[in-house]
């Protein structure tokens, strides 16, 4: 909506988002994560929970370097391998001369990520992946690592345990190629 709203989750919601986001983009001990994302935005739940949830390291970037892309370029020099941002914090980032870093899997979300940009992250990053939830199916509900080759950009494949169904206004699956409404059920919801 666009709209700041709160949705209450359950415990076996959040359990079952960040077991799956482990798998897939993947998330290690090894790993170090540059969080960027305001409390108040449920995408940091995955910048802090999960983390801590597989041993890997959080570094936590203040508000004022968060909006200033000479800032997250120094952070991003310092050995982070995941960074989770929406489309206008990637933008600040490569508008600010940033070169990439080729240990970099870049997730993006929270707004449409369209082709030039995912082309131009592909460029400086290991991996790019594009992001998809509304905020009521704890935070992504699918996601899929982009590839040149694409022609197209999609929300990707549901994540664990959650289901996607495109309905017609009667709530009737569509036919392939027919549009419809994204409806998303499962342990997310």
Not at 16 to 36: C, H, I, W, Y
């Amino acid at each position: 909506t666009g709209k700041p709203k709160g949705v209450q989750i359950e415990h076996r919601s959040a359990i079952n988002f960040l077991t799956s986001m482990e798998q897939q983009p993947g998330l290690s001990a090894k790993d170090r994560l540059l969080a960027v994302t305001t409390l108040c935005f449920d995408i940091s739940i995955l910048e802090l929970l999960l983390p801590l949830a597989v041993g890997a390291t959080v570094v936590m970037a203040s508000r004022e370097d968060t909006v200033d892309g000479e800032r997250l370029q120094a952070h991003l020099a310092n050995g982070i391998t995941l960074m989770q941002a929406t489309p206008a914090t990637w933008r600040l980032l490569l508008q600010s001369g940033w070169q990439g870093s080729p240990q970099l899997r870049a997730l993006c979300g929270g707004e449409a990520l369209d082709r030039e940009l995912a082309l131009q992250l592909q460029e400086r990053c290991a991996a790019v992946w594009n992001m998809y939830g509304p905020t009521e199916t704890t935070v992504w509900s699918t996601c899929q690592r982009f590839d040149r080759d694409d022609v197209l950009i999609t929300v990707g494949r549901p994540i664990g345990n959650t289901r996607l169904y495109l309905l017609d206004n009667q709530q009737q699956p569509v036919p392939p190629g027919v549009n419809g409404e994204l409806y998303i059920g499962g342990d997310c919801v």
